[in-house]
Each structure stands twice: as C-alpha cells, then as structure tokens.
C-alpha cells in the first residue's frame, strides 16, 4: 500500500516514511505547501488542510500539524510554530526563556488522512512531553529539535538522536501509529 503525504518538510516525510514502511506501508512525498487555516487547533488546521489538498490533488492524501507547547509560556508558540521557527528561530526562542526556571514543554502532531471518495476525513494525535535545553545541542533532525529533551531521551535533545530513536519516543511517531492501526482496519472493512 502507498499513501501520499503532502508536506514541504523533508524530515518529517523521512521520519513518517521510516516509521510507516515497518507497518508495510509504503509513503510517496508530495512537496507542496497546504492551506493552512488560522486556528487554535492543530486538529482543526490539519483537517482543513488534508481536505485542501486530497481535492487539488484528486487523491487520498496525509499531512500533518505540529506544534511546541510551552509551559512558562502559556503555551507559546503552539500552532505559531511555524511562524516562530521562521521568524525568531531557537536562538529566539531560547531568549524568551532566558532565566525561566520552569523548562517544561510538549510537542504535538495531529496527521489528518482524507479521502473523499470514501468520505473519509480521520485526525491521529501524538504527544511527547520533556523540557527546552538551556543551549541548542546535536545536529540530527530538524526545527526545534535541538532544543527539546525528551524526558524519556536520557538528557539527550531529539537532534542528538538518529531518526530511528527519535521515531521510537516522538509525538510524530505516536501519531503515525495510530494512523497506521487504522489503515490496518480499514483494509479488512
Ligand atoms: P508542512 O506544514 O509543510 O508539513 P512545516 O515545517 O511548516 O511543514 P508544521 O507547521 O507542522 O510543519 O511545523 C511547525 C514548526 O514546528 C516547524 O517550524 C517545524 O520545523 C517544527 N517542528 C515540527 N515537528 C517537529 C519536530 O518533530 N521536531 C522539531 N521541530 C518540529
């Protein structure tokens, strides 16, 4: 089986594409910009966004929502992320946090798989919870990664890991499970 996945971002195609090929499912990278409503919720804007895109395309397509919820910071910078990551970046990020004691944080990733000949429009969510780095560490990975330290990671940022560790304990791969046992159903339905 493959299955189109419509992101501009090549690490997130690599890790879903790794993760996803153990389940037998074979991934075909799309990279195009979605639509993305403004919105609160990550849920909300990856729907919006699959159903964008499986429309122009004239196929099933996956995309994908992440965002870096932090706790000193009431959450910021969410479904900003992106803006943030693009504007100020982790130098900038890491300023905000200059003499914060309060460290903690979580990644979440919505994927919303649509499919509108069969009517079909599912979200699949994934959270990782640890704590922003007081300095951007390791090279692996990419946007927040060298600043977010798992707290199942041994101290260690998600960019001091290879893909495939990162892809055992990320809100990505969570989510990319929960979407793989349900294509696994449906298949049998
Ligand atoms: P697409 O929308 O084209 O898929 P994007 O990079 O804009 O790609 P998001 O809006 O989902 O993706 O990501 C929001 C930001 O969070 C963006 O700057 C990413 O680099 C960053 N991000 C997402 N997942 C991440 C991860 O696993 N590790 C580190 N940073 C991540």
Known sequence: MTICFVTTN??????????????????????????????????EIAKRSAQ??????????????????????????????????????VLGVLKLMEGVENREAYFESVIAFCDLVRGELEAFSGRVYGRISLEPRGSHGFGYDPIFIPSEGNGRTFAEMSTEEKNTLSHRARALRAFASWLRNRRLV
Do not use: H, M
Not at 60 to 88: N, Q
């Open 10 to 43: 090549r690490g997130k195609y690599e890790e879903a594409s790794k993760l996803l090929r153990s389940f037998g499912i074979r991934v075909e990278w799309v990279n195009q910009e979605c639509v993305e409503i403004q919105s609160d919720s990550l849920e």
């Open 52 to 89: 964008e895109a499986a429309q122009k395309l004239k196929r099933p397509v996956f995309v994908e929502d992440a965002g870096l919820f932090i706790e000193a910071l009431g959450g910021f910078p969410g479904p900003y992320s992106s803006y943030v990551y693009k504007t100020i970046g």
